[in-house]
């Protein structure tokens, strides 16, 4: 067997590996050594790599390598479970900068793509394009999601002038890829792809509201899956195609489930919709006064305690709060009291699908207490209390009442059919996606303003002293 | 040989389509996750490119940052995705357990 036979053999156990670690992933019982058995498969890629033959500048690898650990092993130790979206959108940028360094340096490196066949000029340019896009984007992303960027969309210029700029940065980008595939040996076109399709990166992901995030950050992952597929067959790699394409394709798949969930077509995400409307919180539309009923810590409390059914509504409010801990806390006392608590999680609530469900696990509830949007919906109606903790576009009315509203149509939790509504939260600010909440309005809804984790531990508190 | 490829790339993408499909609300996060560290497989582009050889400096350090690049997504990748996924393991064994020390929940960190 010769040495090339032995690699495409270890290439052909690692992507093996790969998808046996991903159907493992599917399931929570086998998730966790799903993703340490395409852990394996990927170890086993790179010693295969380095088995090709003529290989050199060990030490130049050597030293990328050391500096890629150096920074992601601490990172991934050290991120705390609420800041996981960002570190999620973070690793996926780089890699997208990943796929179009290497594109450049193969332009460079072969003179502009002379001398090599046409389709591994077009699967490298389209690697650079989609891959610049990815890093760019991920990159507001994560800033958006850190909050070094608002949250709020950011758009240049009135109407429709965005998507015609992104049209025509799009179309620059790909004229500089035809000019390049039709001969053209100029590096400053192969600059110019890249840097217009940074700029697109950029301004795709400016103008979406924190509401549609999660969306974005998978259609993003899927386009790195993407275009590393891209690399993969212009470098006549199989475990690049095989792997890409996978993320690619299962990517984009998780990014329909999500955008299904919020009832949005990935089109109209991309193209920038949410938080065009922006209200605040005191006057409906026709400028009436409205009232809010704000509550104690110790009638939240009571209320509680003299339930017999009580559902937790989580949110975002949550995770910024980092209050997964004292209100697991909390349901255990009201547990103890003989209340049936449970916890009902909308797909999209968070800024990722499964966010809630995360925090909540780190924080020991258990997996039986936290039910999907569908049985929870069955429930609210025989609910005596639901405690809405920083959740506000996942349980809007508006959803389903107002057909004006943008986010009318998203299926949400029934949080108004139960018998009474609190509702946890820090201001009366719009939520992520800047829309109104009538819910707070509600006569059956009393709010208790305050920091998540601070209320909750007061309720905590109260309920031990009843 | 772009032809072999190209089947490849249309069998992966219904493998990933078929193995994605059925997945709970719960594990949406970690499966990004996961599906976002094996994109990290780029690196093996970046060694390929280094390792069989390219003049200028300027290319050599470029293809080390892409190295570091897809070495962070790997790495941080499959680390943060067991860290997610060790929360949902052991879950209904050491609830009895959980619940004798229920005294303020230790902060984990």
Known sequence: MSRNDLIQLLYIVAFSLFIYGLMGL????????????????????????????GMGNWGLIALGVAVGTAIGVPAARQVRMTAMPQMVALFNGVGGGAVALIAWVEFRHTGGFAGEPTYVAIF???????????????????????????????????????????????VAAI????????????EILMIALLLAAAILGNFVVLPIGGADMPVVISLLNAFTGLS?????????????????????????????????AMNRSIPSIVAGGFGGVVTTGGTSEDGVERVVRSTSASDAAVQMAFAN?????????????????????????????????????????????????????EADVPYEQLHEMDQANSEFARTDVALVIGANDVSNPDARNKADSP??????????????????????????????????????????????????SEISEELKAL | MLLTNLAILVLAGFTGYLTISKVPNTLHTP????????????????????????????????????????????VGGFLVTDRMLEMFKSRPAPRAEAQEDAGPDAPRR
């Open chain 2, 31 to 74: 499966l990004m996750s996961g599906t976002n560290a094996i994109h990290g497989i780029v690196v093996l582009g970046g060694i390929i490119v280094l390792g069989l050889g390219v003049d200028g400096a300027l290319n050599k350090l470029l293809l080390v940052i892409a190295i570091a690049f897809g070495t962070i997504n790997v």
């Open chain 1, 228 to 260: 590393a597929a891209a690399t993969g067959v212009a470098l006549n790699n199989t475990a690049l195609i095989v792997a890409g394409m996978i993320v690619g394709a299962s990517g984009s798949i998780l990014t329909n489930l999500m955008a299904q």
């Open chain 1, 26 to 53: 599917t399931g929570p019982r086998t998730a966790v050594r799903g993703n340490r058995i395409a852990a394996v498969g990927m170890a086993i890629a790179v010693i295969a790599t380095l088995l090709i033959g």
């Open chain 1, 175 to 186: 004229t500089c890829g035809t000019a390049i595939v039709s001969g053209s040996e100029a």
């Open chain 1, 309 to 361: 059914r009580v559902v937790i509504v989580p949110g975002y409010g949550m995770a910024v709060a980092q209050a997964q801990h004292a209100v697991h806390e909390m349901t255990k006392l009201l547990e103890q009291k003989g209340i049936e608590v449970s916890f009902a999680i909308h797909p999209v609530a968070g800024r990722m699908p499964g966010h809630m469900n995360v925090l909540l696990a």
């Open chain 1, 124 to 170: 490298s340019l389209f690697a650079a394009i989609v891959g610049s896009v990815s890093f760019w984007g991920s990159n507001i992303a994560f800033a958006k999601l850190q909050e070094l960027l608002p949250g709020r969309p950011i758009t240049v210029g009135p109407g429709r002038t965005q998507q015609v700029l992104n049209l025509l940065l799009l």
């Open chain 1, 407 to 456: 986010i009318y149509g998203m299926p949400i939790l029934n949080v108004d059919e139960s018998a009474s509504v609190i509702v946890l939260k820090r201001s009366m600010n719009s939520g992520f996606a800047g829309i109104d909440n009538p819910l707070f309005y509600g006569e059956k809804t009393s709010m208790l303003f305050g920091d998540a984790k601070a209320s909750v």
